[in-house]
């Protein structure tokens, strides 16, 4: 009789066989509903990581240039001087390209609480920008929503920008004194507006607030508009418009102090947005790598465990290509089966995620919707990336012969017999159970390399995100402890000889080192020909307080009589370079005269008005000796609560011997400022870290089950001969615990040039420079609580399913 073979089948019923085919596959992954699980978590978790990167980046990418285009940002910003009316400002829309324009007033105060009273003040004065916008219901350029309240119902009301309500630790209906011309005057927090064409309050420094005109003139002098916006429907005409909104302006006898060209594809936040999605890139691209090895793995050991049923089909007559073909089926619906678990967490945690960031920025995103773009990546993650990462364990496996695959090697299945386990077998006076553990480990070479791997990618850069935190603390503590050596600034309602100042201050016996500058506000007309308004920060020659950053160029020099020194971030803007020479208008009283800008230096305090010159020099034009308006002080202590107290003591001691304070900033606030935008990466990146200790995890689990699996006759062996369930949980827990070790001191290694890259991408995005590198040496200790804490509920499941199997289960095991 002539023998049936599966190829025989195949060729006279090829749909009974795929059919015969669907159903051992289904009935292979109904039977293992565990391993399917197991397998399918693994994939799942690796498409969960790289969808909530995608979902993120693709949400605010939309939303938050969706939302900037919504409020209709401004191409030209023009600050103008002079008695500018709404009438004025409407005239401009008639110049050839402009689309629309809107005018404000913008005045910087200063506030403080009070218990409802004038007389009842609790907390010293603090800045306050208030903004007016004559007719606010009809806005067209930069507008500002209303989110709680009414557009000035009756006078003497605030309406705060919603996010500096927070900072201001203030709520609706509550009063604020507001200074005008050195009187308080009560104004009511009536509601809340927001705004999105400037930065947050906690970056920006100040809080923000909208008032009506006649509050404005109240607390200003004058309603009198000083910042124009123009659209225009030609970005490339921007130039030719704002020259001539410049000659439109200057014949009707206003002065233009300066225009600044705005992109409206650039977001006010937009530092922070490019560093956060080029990290983003890079995570993604670290998350694509820990699925693929944790894939990779999984089916690995899947096609180790179906070596006898691969022999089985072979001695019937099938292929390589349908032993290929028949688990290629299965790892698909694996793959399938993870990215279904996978695609509706990613999509929503991805949003949740993209919801948390903006909120930092003072952005509400869309309403929840599906990612198109992330639903595209998780199902070519899901379903491609298993077929990839398992192409090479499935073809080793399909080649295998009839010989190979029926072949029984015994307790182990011929694993462990590699260098590595050797090497640990030569290891003595360990404990029976240790010993057994530790080569339990060693015991599948490749697959403890891709759970290393995985394990350490997550500890390595969890270590550099805490880094690249601990770089961004120094670099920001050298930039302005550094540069800046006094404990706070005290600015006076007037400039104040310093004959009157000296003796008051001497009396103070907490401030240790004192010294004066003075500002004085000038037109700047650049190499280009456009002219911008600036602030002069006057330094002594022999200051104290000031260590320059030079980014390029020198400092000054006691024979400089026309150099400046400008900003690096301030040059950039207005494309000053070094060696230019600019001119300076100090007013109708005094000579224009020209400078040379002899250095740049990199200033993170005074990154909008940082052009720097000698006293002497500006002595020399104004001819004013003996005068400042702000006083640098240096305390006994530095930490920020004694800076604070020492600074309120100063203000009322000099205020109560009629030396009126304007204003006052201490260096700790000024840090918390500035690091305020940087903590939005440091929290994604900390959530990032912690998904891929997730992935980490899973993969030490799933390896230890694996490993469960494939010893069950060993299991069975160790329990006949007696051993108990303690003994069997020891084992299981220290294999976890050998590799989880094993990847922390792989992840050690790791961690210091992803550390050194991460400092590098984050500086140059953010400062334009390799932040000050600093080791974050607590995150060794950090990442080793971690690992052991994952090795240790990772080998939990395995560890007791091993304990459960009886000894007739393990024997019978196929």
């Known amino acids: 009789m002539k023998k049936t073979t599966w190829a025989g089948i195949q060729m006279r019923l090829p749909f009974d066989a795929l059919r015969t085919l669907h159903r051992k596959n289904l009935r292979d992954l109904w039977n293992n509903r565990a391993r399917t699980l197991l397998v399918a978590l693994s994939i799942a978790i690796g498409v969960l990581g790289v969808g909530m990167i995608v979902a993120t980046w693709n949400v605010l990418n ?51 609480h009070t218990r409802g009273e004038t007389s009842a003040l609790t907390d010293p004065w603090q800045p306050l920008q208030l903004i007016t916008i004559p007719e606010p219901e009809t806005q067209s350029v930069n507008q500002i929503a209303l989110v709680q309240g009414a557009w ?39 509601g809340t507006v927001h705004q999105q064409d400037d930065v947050v309050a906690a970056v920006r420094g100040s809080p923000v607030a909208l008032v009506d005109e006649n509050t404005m003139r109240r607390v200003r002098g004058t309603a009198a508009i000083n910042i124009i916006y123009l659209t225009v429907q030609d970005l490339n005409q921007r130039p030719a418009i704002a020259d001539a909104a410049r000659k439109q302006l200057e014949a009707r006898g206003f002065t233009v102090a300066r225009i600044t060209q705005r992109d409206p594809n650039v977001h006010p936040a937009q530092d922070v947005l490019n560093v956060l999605f080029v990290v983003m890139g890079v995570l993604g691209v670290l998350a694509l790598l820990m699925s693929s090895f944790l894939v990779t793995n999984t089916i690995s050991a899947l096609v180790t465990q179906q070596i006898k049923q691969i022999g089985v089909m072979k001695a019937l007559g099938a292929d390589t290509r349908l032993v290929a073909v028949s688990y290629g089926e299965i790892v698909l619906a694996y793959g399938l089966v993870g990215t279904v678990l996978a695609v509706p967490f990613a999509e929503r945690l991805g949003y949740r995620l993209a919801e948390f960031l903006a909120t930092q920025i003072n952005v509400d995103l869309f309403p929840y919707r599906p990612s198109p773009i992330a639903f595209i990546v998780m199902i070519g993650v899901g379903l491609a990336i298993p077929l990839i990462a398992a192409s090479k364990p499935l073809l080793q496996g399909a080649r295998l012969t009839v010989r190979e695959a029926i072949a029984d090697y015994g307790i182990g299945g011929g694993s462990g017999n590699n260098a590595l386990a050797r090497f640990v077998a030569r290891i003595r006076n360990l404990p029976r159970v240790w010993a057994l553990a530790l080569r ?16 350490m990618l997550g500890g390595a850069i969890l270590i550099a995100v805490l880094s690249t935190d601990s770089s961004f603390g120094l670099t920001v503590t050298n930039l302005i402890e550094g ?20 003796p008051v201050l001497e009396g103070f016996p907490d401030v240790t080192r004192s010294e004066a500058w003075y500002f004085a506000q000038a037109t700047m007309q650049l190499p280009q020909g456009n002219q911008v308004q600036v602030t002069m920060n006057a330094l002594p020659s022999d200051t104290q307080f000031y260590s320059p950053r030079l980014q390029s160029g020198r400092w000054f020099q006691a024979s400089d009589t026309d150099a400046i020194v400008v900003n690096r971030k301030w040059a950039e803007q207005e494309g000053v370079r ?18 040379r800008v ?120 160790m329990r006949a001969i007696g051993a108990d369930t303690p003994a069997l949980l020891q084992i299981f827990w220290g294999e976890s615990i050998v590799i989880a070790l094993t990847s ?42 971690v690992v052991v804490v994952i090795g240790t509920l990772a080998s939990i499941i395995p560890a007791l399913n091993a304990a459960r199997l009886s000894v007739r289960e393990c024997l019978n095991y196929e």
């Open 62 to 112: 939309v939303d938050l240039y969706k939302r900037y285009a919504a409020i209709h940002p401004a191409h030209l910003e023009i600050e103008v001087l002079g008695a500018v009316q709404p009438s004025d400002v409407e005239k401009l829309r008639d110049l050839p390209g402009v689309t629309a324009s809107q005018g404000r007033i913008v005045f910087t105060t200063r506030y403080r």
């Open 152 to 190: 000035f119902a009756q006078t003497d009301e605030l309406l705060v920008e919603r996010a500096s309500l927070s900072e201001m630790g203030a709520a609706v209906g509550e009063p604020l004194v507001v200074d005008a011309f050195g009187n308080g005057i009560v104004l009511n927090i009536a």
């Open 440 to 455: 339990n480990a060693m015991r599948v070479p490749e697959r403890l390399v891709l759970t290393l791997i995985t394990l």
């Open 483 to 502: 540069q800046y050596g006094m404990d706070a600034i005290l600015t006076f309602e007037q400039p104040q000889r310093l004959h009157r100042v000296t």
């Open 578 to 595: 070094l060696g230019d020479t600019v001119k300076l208008d100090l007013g109708e009283r005094y000579p224009v005269t020209d400078w």
């Open 598 to 717: 002899v250095g740049i230096v990199q200033d993170l305090v005074r990154q909008q008005t940082g052009v720097f010159i000698r006293y002497e020099n500006l002595e020399r034009i104004v001819k004013e000796t003996d005068r400042t308006q702000t006083l640098l002080v240096r305390y006994p202590q530095h930490d920020l609560a004694s800076q604070v107290k020492y600074t309120r003591a100063l203000t009322d001691y000099f205020n109560a011997r009629g030396v009126a304070v304007f204003s006052t900033q201490t260096m700790g606030n000024l840090k918390n400022q500035v690091t305020s935008m940087y903590r939005i990466l440091v929290i994604f990146l900390l959530v990032m870290a912690g998904l891929m200790a997730l992935v980490g995890g899973l993969g030490l689990m799933g390896m230890l089950s694996i490993n469960v699996l494939e010893r069950s006759k060993e299991i069975g062996v």
């Open 744 to 785: 922390f001191a792989l992840a050690l290694a790791l961690s210091v040039p992803l550390s050194i890259f991460m400092t590098r991408l984050v500086g140059r995005a953010f400062i334009k420079t390799p932040l000050d590198f600093a080791y974050a040496y607590n995150g060794i200790f950090y990442w080793l609580a």
